[in-house]
């Protein structure tokens, strides 16, 4: 299960099929040195996102496979 504490880069190392999930959120800046290094909360806050609503999301593709 993921955490709103995990950065964005540990969620995409151990499961890439998470990308889809980012991109569909207007979140298209996942090779950056720094987003990759950036909390999800963070990521979330940066772009406007709810925090829970995107670890709800991100949870939900990684339990598809």
Known sequence: MLTKEMTVGQVLKLYPQTVQVFLELG?????????????????????????????????KAIAVV
């Open 27 to 59: 979140m298209h800046c996942l090779g950056c040195p720094s987003s990759t290094m950036e909390s999800i909360e963070g990521a979330a806050l940066t772009h406007g996102r709810n925090v829970e609503e995107l670890v709800a999301q991100l949870n």
